[in-house]
T-cell receptor
Framework: DVKVTQSSRYLVKRTGEKVFLECVQDMDHENMFWYRQDPGLGLRLIYFSYDVKMKEKGDIPEGYSVSREKKERFSLILESASTNQTSMYLC?????????????FGPGTRLTVL | DAKTTQPPSMDCAEGRAANLPCNHSTISGNEYVYWYRQIHSQGPQYIIHGLKNNETNEMASLIITEDRKSSTLILPHATLRDTAVYYCIVRNRRAGAQKLVFGQGTRLTINP
């Protein structure tokens, strides 16, 4: 089975802190994604990556950056956390070659910024 | 991607089959039907997908009508752990990365 793991289930940070969220997948998938999920707003794509060192902005990249130095690892960075970044953050991966594009998600990180 | 319509909520008794409908009347010929679910406070989970033939895996069965305008996800013997929000989406098969966009989904409650 595909396994996608995220570094923390719950995280509490203060406004202005730099925050790192880590995601690791063990299925050699090309594509990796970071979403945030908020009540009433659904799933929103922050950034995605289709290869090592490649990244593309999603729908809401402001205030975030990403890093993909190794194929299995995709990091989301909040440069200076703000209270409006309090959310559930979800990492996903998918096989980029088959075209079926089913995405496999991690358990999520619930981030609270005080 | 074609729009989908699902009932907002459903109930099912434990041990019975749960049948979740989805309408996708504007689906095009090269679009697949995908189902995901999200259990409370967890990440979404891929369940199954299909094009026009019925599909079955260890989790569920997917029945797609001949005209492909609707489909039904079947959980054959629902358990309490199947309580979740179920999302039906349609999308093209193509290489590369595609974002997922969920609608409101169906909140399925399995009752003991």
């Amino acid at each position: 089975d595909v396994k996608v793991t995220q570094s923390s289930r719950y995280l509490v940070k203060r406004t202005g802190e730099k925050v790192f969220l880590e995601c690791v997948q063990d299925m050699d998938h090309e594509n990796m994604f970071w979403y945030r999920q908020d009540p009433g707003l659904g799933l929103r794509l922050i950034y995605f990556s289709y290869d090592v060192k490649m990244k593309e902005k999603g729908d809401i990249p402001e205030g975030y950056s990403v890093s993909r130095e190794k194929k299995e690892r995709f990091s989301l960075i909040l440069e200076s956390a703000s209270t409006n970044q309090t959310s559930m953050y979800l990492c996903a991966s998918s096989d980029g070659t088959s075209g079926y594009n089913e995405q496999f998600f991690g358990p999520g990180t619930r981030l609270t910024v005080l | 991607d074609a729009k989908t319509t699902q009932p907002p909520s459903m109930d099912c008794a434990e041990g019975r089959a749960a049948n979740l409908p989805c309408n996708h009347s504007t689906i095009s010929g090269n679009e697949y039907v995908y189902w995901y679910r999200q259990i409370h406070s967890q990440g979404p989970q891929y369940i199954i997908h299909g094009l026009k033939n019925n599909e079955t895996n260890e989790m569920a069965s997917l029945i797609i009508t001949e005209d492909r305008k609707s489909s039904t996800l079947i959980l054959p013997h629902a358990t309490l752990r199947d309580t979740a929000v179920y999302y039906c989406i349609v999308r093209n098969r193509r290489a590369g990365a595609q974002k997922l966009v969920f609608g409101q989904g169906t909140r399925l409650t399995i009752n003991p």
